[in-house]
Nanobody, 127 residues
Framework: QVDLEESGGGSVQAGGSLRLSCAVS????????MAWFRQRPEKQREGVAG?????RVIYADSVMGRFTISKDGANLTLQMNNLKPEDTGLYYC???????????????????????WGKGILVTISS
């Protein structure tokens, strides 16, 4: 059974930083995409950043240059800098058995492509 568990959320002021982690367990895949998503208030879930088994990364245009995704063993990390109030939302990690992270131009990883999800963690940015 594949499990994903997010940690590291919280509240910061605009301009601050947060680091999210996702512990991924139970997978034995050679090829995969692991990614971060978010659901902002009154909006659909959207892709933020993804990394595949070859180390290729993709980002949504809205976070490019501010967020960095990385993977170290079974831990997926999202470093978020220069946070803005519009970054507020529930952040989820997801995983997919795939040779790459499927995406739409400018929108980061595609949520429907994910097979496994964490429960989400809240990030709140105040102005």
């Amino acid at each position: 059974q594949v499990d994903l568990e997010e940690s590291g959320g919280g509240s910061v002021q605009a301009g601050g930083s947060l680091r999210l982690s996702c512990a991924v367990s139970g997978y034995k895949w050679t090829y995969y995409c692991m990614a971060w998503f978010r659901q902002r208030p009154e909006k659909q879930r959207e892709g933020v950043a993804g990394i595949d088994s070859d180390g290729r990364v993709i980002y949504a245009d809205s976070v490019m240059g501010r967020f960095t995704i990385s993977k170290d063993g079974a831990n997926l990390t999202l470093q978020m800098n220069n946070l803005k109030p519009e970054d507020t939302g529930l952040y989820y990690c997801g995983a997919d058995v795939s040779t790459q992270c499927w995406s739409r131009p400018g929108l980061g990883p595609d949520p429907p492509a994910m097979d496994y999800w964490g429960k989400g963690i809240l990030v709140t940015i105040s102005s």
